[in-house]
T-cell receptor, first 113, second 114 residues
């Protein structure tokens, strides 16, 4: 079946540090890949997505590239801010009908001033 | 603006009671989903619906039921609440059957079963 594996958290960084959160997946065929972010006390919201191999999703300074050869979709940001503190979820969607998501366990990021 | 709302935001109940969590969306989306969020598990799919009168089981559906009588609402019912169902519950919706579509999430309901 489908599965998503994320690096364990929490990740604690100083402001302006470089961020990488690793995500690998298992799925047959060609899933769509997503990063969702959950700010404290809120629901999840889409951060970025990629729908085919070698696509790069980007938003708010975050980037992730769909690597089929390594089945990975690592999230990166060159310079994090305190406001980026949140929980980040990697997810995939694969199916002939609809778009059910399979989520990773989430990675909590804390950014210190 | 279109939105997706959940109520109540917090609920404390006792083992064995029936509980219903409400989800209402004004996006006019066909697809609606219920997830539970637990530490170490991320979000897991409970039930989902692709339209009125359509409901389907997800990976953790035991002890839960849903009904879809209109486009806007997908209430989640716990028939007989158990302590293992203490969790945060999220409702989501999306448009169409395309696997590239974004899901829009509600703010969540924190349920405690004593």
């Amino acid at each position: 079946g489908n599965s998503v594996t994320q690096m364990e958290g929490p990740v604690t960084l100083s402001e302006e540090a470089f961020l990488t959160i690793n995500c690998t997946y298992t799925a047959t065929g060609y899933p769509s890949l997503f990063w969702y972010v959950q700010y404290p006390g809120e629901g999840l919201q889409l951060l970025l997505k990629a729908t085919k191999a070698d696509d790069k999703g980007s938003n708010k300074g975050f980037e992730a590239t769909y690597r089929k050869e390594t089945t990975s979709f690592h999230l990166e940001k060159g310079s994090v801010q305190v406001s980026d503190s949140a929980v980040y979820f990697c997810a995939l969607a694969r199916g002939s009908s609809g778009d059910k998501l399979t989520f990773g366990t989430g990675t909590r990021l804390a950014v210190r001033p | 603006d279109a939105e997706i709302t959940q109520s109540p935001r917090h609920k404390i109940t006792e083992t064995g009671r029936q509980v219903t969590l409400a989800c209402h969306q004004t996006w006019n989306h066909n697809n609606m989903f219920w997830y539970r969020q637990d530490l170490g598990h991320g979000l897991r799919l409970i039930h989902y619906s692709y339209g009125v009168q359509d409901t389907n089981k997800g990976e953790v559906s035991d002890g839960y039921s849903v009904s879809r009588s209109n486009t806007e609402d997908l209430p989640l019912t716990l028939e007989s609440a158990a302590s293992s169902q203490t969790s945060v519950y999220f409702c989501a919706s999306s448009e169409g059957a395309d696997r590239t579509n974004e899901q829009f999430f509600g703010p969540g309901t924190r349920l405690t079963v004593l």
